[in-house]
């Protein structure tokens, strides 16, 4: 496992799913994670288990929706802790389960606020402290497979996670003369609170998803937590601008 001991990073959505999973991954290899969520239970609950396990951790509540809000998670992190070496832009939500004629106006600005605008102006607010730091930093951001194919009956999630690898692609682009390394992981469905609402949606749902899956079973939060750490290790420096799959061979054919 590689080490990032003295290191900063911030999870969003680490109140549960894969975003805990990853902030309990970076404090149990050395980081001092700061854990983000709009849900202060699920956030502090996060930290506890870091806590419990010998980790470092704060919690700061965060609507990722608002661009004021996400700014001061990052000064905020950087008053506790000095600095910020890795940002990792998790949080999003499912949105409706519709045909794209049935999607409102609301379903669809929603979704971008929320799962474009946190990557957006996440990336903005880390990059900027990034830039002041000789070491410049790493940034993971949460796409889905869903980014790279279309998704029926989820128009706006797919739209949106495409965003996501496009503005990903570009800031890694826009930063790599700067140290700043950014990528992006592309989860098929993984155990998680927002898969659990897609099988509650709709009779045999579950069997649906798990036909499509070539491993045939969900991936584990754990499992996405491994590869984003593996992108932020300095072992892997020179993989900036991807979007790494993790689908259990979805698209492989």
Not at 124 to 142: A, D, F, H, Y
Request: some cysteine; charged content about 15%.
């Amino acid at each position: 496992m590689s080490s990032f001991q003295n290191q900063v990073a911030i999870v969003t959505g680490a109140g549960s799913g894969f975003g805990r999973a990853t902030a309990i991954a970076f404090a149990a290899a050395g980081a001092r994670v700061i854990v983000s969520d709009i849900n202060d239970e699920g956030g502090q609950a996060t930290v506890e288990q870091i806590k419990q396990g010998g980790g470092e951790a704060s919690f700061v509540r965060c609507n990722v929706a608002e661009p004021s809000e996400i700014e001061s998670l990052v000064a905020q992190t950087v008053a506790l802790y000095g600095r910020l070496d890795i940002g990792i832009n998790n949080a999003g939500i499912g949105g409706k389960f519709a045909r794209l004629t049935d999607q409102t106006k609301h379903d669809f600005d929603q979704m971008m606020a929320i799962n474009v605008g946190s990557v957006f102006y996440g990336m903005q607010s880390q990059i900027r402290q990034m830039l002041t730091q000789p070491e410049g930093g790493k940034i993971v951001n949460i796409s889905s497979i869903a980014g790279v194919r279309g998704m029926p009956m989820g128009g706006p999630y797919s739209a949106a996670k495409h965003a996501v690898l496009g503005l990903t692609k570009t800031a890694a682009l826009e930063y790599i003369r700067q140290n700043i390394r950014v990528n992006a992981v592309c989860p098929v469905y993984t155990h998680s609170g927002m898969v659990q609402d897609l099988i509650d949606k709709a009779p045999n749902m579950e069997a649906k998803m798990l036909r499509v899956i070539p491993i045939g079973r969900f991936g584990q939060p754990e499992e996405i937590a491994q590869t984003i750490l593996w992108l932020c290790s300095p072992e892997n420096g020179f993989c900036n601008g991807q979007a790494i799959q993790m689908d259990g061979g979805l698209t492989a054919g």
